[in-house]
């Protein structure tokens, strides 16, 4: 297992002199920027980063992510101009000694929350999914990191119209066609294609979302029967609902060797089914983040591992879920179970 810890570039306030300082964290998850969705990266920006990355002692083997355009997903537009460039982008990044990609195919929205400050009684602050607030969003309007803010409010308005339309067979038809383009260049340039499960696991705003549950998961390990097609399991936002259990998963789809690149957190889901990040130990959350490892460490995983959101604490001001110092203890716990279990159990 290769821990990692998730870095925005040289613009993010959490350094890379602070990611190697973290006992037994040996690379950053990382991407370029700096070009508009579905165009293809400039392999001098590529090796550029990872000259970053490397002159610190770090390895940059995990992208995360090369966003999938909208046109894709809606099967419309450009979508074979941008199905290309993403083949490239694939062709560029195994180039410089890139092993895995992570992706997803959320229509419109990433992850999302309904408050990214929300105060715990510790004094903490986290990410949160309160369902009676997200009833009262209006999806035209909102900005949460991550989410493409260029289109306007007619414009999100028209694509979320679209993809209501579209429906979950139709975002699946799509999906198998992205797919079935990109898979065989992934696996003749021999980089792991892991996609990270919508975030929460269900419809927002009346728009499909399909990587949601073990049946479905199932069915995207179908669409192509190959290693390098897999799953970038997050506890997290499978988590985020007691229908999925984790243990279970990871054991499954970690035994079939379809999880290349693993992110571990904790989230304690509350009684109307709304959620709350919470620091990554097991009694913090609703989940055994104990058994979460051992079913890793059980299967022989080897992958890339890294710490996902974290709380803001010590009065840390940082891009929400994405601060230092509770991602860094999280590392550190999670790294603390893995050693346990190596010396338990060595394989």
């Known amino acids: 297992m290769k821990m990692t810890f998730r870095w925005y570039g040289p613009d993010d306030p959490v350094t890379l002199d602070m990611i190697r300082q973290i006992p037994g964290v040996t690379g950053v998850v990382t991407a370029v920027y700096s070009v508009p969705v579905g165009e293809v990266w400039p392999v001098e920006e590529i090796q550029k980063l990872k000259d970053m990355v490397n002159a610190k002692g770090l390895e940059m083997e995990v992208i995360e992510s090369v966003p999938v355009h909208e046109d894709i997903k809606l099967g419309t537009g450009d979508c074979e101009r941008y199905i290309e ?56 309007k909102l900005a949460l990191p991550g989410w493409d803010s260029s289109y306007t409010t007619d414009e999100m308005a028209a694509l979320i119209d679209a993809y209501k339309k579209l429906g979950e067979e139709g975002l699946w038809k799509n999906l198998e066609h992205f797919i079935k383009e990109i898979m065989p260049v992934a696996v003749e340039s021999d980089v792991y294609m892991g996609i990270h499960p919508d975030d929460p696991p269900w419809s927002i705003f009346g728009i499909p979302r399909i990587i949601t549950n073990e049946e479905n998961l199932d069915r995207f390990l179908s669409l192509y029967d190959d290693p390098h097609h897999g799953i970038s399991l997050c506890s997290g936002s499978l988590g985020c609902t007691r229908s999925n259990d984790i243990p279970k998963l990871v054991r499954k789809y970690s035994a079939m060797g379809r999880i290349p690149f693993a992110h571990v957190r904790n ?40 710490p996902d959101h974290g709380r803001m604490i010590w009065g840390e001001k940082a891009r929400p879920g994405y601060g230092l110092y509770d991602r860094a203890l999280g590392a550190t716990y999670l790294n603390g179970i893995w050693e346990t279990l190596e010396k338990l159990d060595p394989r």
């Not at 195994?94 to 929350?113: E, L």
């Not at 009684?121 to 009262?136: M, R």
Request: overall charge negative.
């Open 85 to 140: 460039n993403y083949k490239e982008n694939i062709r560029r990044l195994a180039a410089v000694g890139v092993k895995c990609i992570c992706y997803n195919f959320m229509p419109v929205f990433d992850w999302t929350r309904s408050r990214l400050d929300q105060p715990l009684p510790d004094g903490s602050q986290a990410l949160v999914y309160y369902k009676e607030d997200v009833a009262k969003m209006d999806p035209t």
């Open 267 to 306: 989230v304690k889901i509350l009684d109307d089914g709304s959620f709350e990040e919470s620091a990554h130990y097991s009694a913090c959350g609703s989940l055994d983040v104990v058994a979460i490892m051992k079913a890793y460490h059980d299967t022989g995983f080897d992958g890339f591992m890294r």
